[in-house]
């Protein structure tokens, strides 16, 4: 069966921790056109806030994934789709390319059907997940390909998610990601603006990622860059 990422073209994704715009609703987002909607975030995830932007979307027939920070905030809900599950490839530690995972099994009950793997590389030095997972982002084009493919065809990774987290990335390294992979999905997220930056990085990525966006300027300015996802 074909995973349903596979004919997206764009994201949204939710941080639980961050507000909306005054006026918007998680209804209003859900109807600018989006394939998917994805809930998570690095710092202030609880189960209760991941419950609440779960429960306020899941009336609207968007397909909803959670990716948790960890195994504590996991919500278990029919409204979900799956679960994606970020492991770090750049990451310093070795903490968050298995050892969290580990833990996560060895504590609880994973629900396997439904849960995918991203095979992140981290490129923002200065973003919260970076700082987190002690992430080396001083990668150039060759490392970044080299990355990709090691993940689709080392790890046999289905996504493959490479994280600007509040920048907007280098052409290059974007267009080396996509020329390292051959069968996995490239997600691309950070910085995306508006329609222009959403259609630079869409002509590389399969599924361009946009979050901050949403939180800080709302509906129209979202549904821009979906807008650019479809035409790249």
């Not at 921790?17 to 918007?24: H, I, Q, S, T, Y």
């Amino acid at each position: 069966m074909t995973a349903p990422w596979t004919d997206w073209n764009h994201i949204l994704k939710l941080d639980p921790d961050k507000e909306l715009p005054d006026g918007v609703t998680f209804g209003d987002l859900c109807a600018t056109g989006t394939d998917a909607i994805e809930i998570g975030g690095t710092m202030g995830m609880t189960e209760e806030n991941m419950t609440a932007v779960i429960e306020a979307c899941a009336e609207h027939d968007v397909p909803l994934y959670q990716e948790p920070a960890n195994p504590s905030v996991v919500v278990r809900n029919d409204a979900l789709e799956g679960y994606f599950i970020p492991t770090v490839f750049n990451a310093g530690s070795p903490f968050w390319i298995t050892e969290a995972h580990k833990e996560w099994v060895r504590i609880d009950t994973v629900d396997w059907e439904r849960t995918t793997t991203e095979a992140y590389i981290v490129m923002n030095p200065e973003a919260d997940v970076a700082t987190l997972t002690e992430a080396d982002c001083d990668l150039g084009p060759d490392d970044v390909e080299a990355y990709a493919k090691v993940a689709e065809r080392m790890f046999g990774q289905e996504i493959v998610y490479l994280e600007y987290s509040g920048m907007l990335g280098d052409e290059e390294i974007v267009r080396a990601a996509s020329e390292g992979v051959e069968e996995s999905t490239l997600f691309y997220g950070g910085g995306i603006r508006d329609y222009d930056s959403a259609y630079r990085m869409a002509q590389y990525a399969d599924v361009v990622v946009v979050g901050d966006l949403a939180h800080d300027e709302g509906v129209d300015a979202l549904r821009e860059t979906v807008e650019a996802a479809n035409d790249a």
